[in-house]
């Protein structure tokens, strides 16, 4: 098993401050550029969507690029792990670990080590912050809900808040779909500071509105697209207000639990750990510095190359600032076992499935390689899924019913030195290998 380098003399954190100050000068209380699943699948780094839970500004996450209506080729185990390898290297991971599944076999790849420069192998019985795939569990639930009778998709937000900003015209549909317009409170410069500050913070869900709804709107409710955590964490105190009980409980009763994804949870605020065993997470920047870019300086990315510049470990930051829209945790194996339960309609009606799986839009509409996005759930190529990114962990789950294949990713890097979302970036390399682009019609 391949590992991350031996030991060598890194500088860490000293350059964070004057780089923070100049952000922060530059930018002031503007918002910062959060990664969701991005405009378009044909580049890293597609503009303005923005992230979900990436520290408050943090990091975007990446769509894997393939083309739809592909075809599957036949799996070469060595060249898909050679392709994992070689990314995971360049992109710096310490560790990473996929889980691949096709109608004739399951593989398993693991790279690195579960800390900076340890001994310790990472493992498929590692468990991860799995950040923003928590918002299908979140949608999930609702339309559960709505399924139940309990709410209506075109329901007011008013009808369950009466302090949205204009929340009369806004529907549960558009903030399951990310149409809002409310704004990102993970954009602020009051989060990003704060998180900065006081890593170990417990935040409400009350907090976290408290920030977001004073703030400008991005469009008016249905004028456009835009990634929005406070969108998810309204829909968690909803489905809070409807179930009688905490989301925790929701979660567990409704999906954990039914679905024997047992090495998956939603962890207490007050503490948000992550279960036994599991990886250390790493980050180059801190969240300040995330607002003007996750990419760092071309002379810092050389020294991480180098390996003089080493990433900071922000395991034990409290990630309640995400609560419905990332708190969760999970492992590889619960991951591919959820992403198949999400796509096959194993926790939704025969109707309501096909209602989800027919509300993916263009997040761009100009753009034909536009990723598409739904009702909290995301297509790239020939997968559902979601993507999810925490300071210091980046994931990828997703299906392909037509061709019965399943893929996951995580890393204990996000974002990358060169502002990449790593478990992302790998997962795009391997669909890339795995699918045949389509032929284009005969003249």
Known sequence: MPETSSPRNRSRGGWFAA???????????????????????????????????????????????????????PVDEERLREIFESTAGELLVPGAVILLRTPEDEFTFTYGTDALDGSEPVSLEDHVRIGSITKTWTGTVILQLVQEGKLKLDDPVSKYRDDVPNGENITIEQLLNMRSGLYNYSESYELNLALDETPERVWTPEELLGIALPLPVYFPPGGGYHYSNTNTVLLGLIAEELDGKPLAEVFQDRILEPLELTESTFPPSDSTPIPSPHP??????????????????ADLIAQAQEGTLEPNDVTDANASWTWAAGQGTSTAGDLADWAEALVGGAVLDEEMQKIRLDSLQPVNPDDPNSLLYGLAIAKFGELYGHTGELPGFNSFAGHDPGNDLTLVVWTNLAPAADGRDPAAAIARELIGELYAPAEAPAP
Do not use: F, H
């Open 280 to 297: 250390r997470g790493y980050v180059y920047m801190n969240n300040v510095m995330t607002i003007a870019s996750t990419k760092l300086p």
């Open 19 to 73: 780089v923070c100050l100049a952000a922060a000068a530059l930018l002031g209380a503007t918002g910062c550029t959060s990664g969701g699943p991005p405009q378009s699948m044909e580049t890293v780094e597609a503009e303005p969507v923005t992230t979900a839970e990436s520290s408050g500004g943090a990091t975007r996450e990446a769509a894997p690029t393939e083309a739809a209506s592909s075809s599957l080729r």
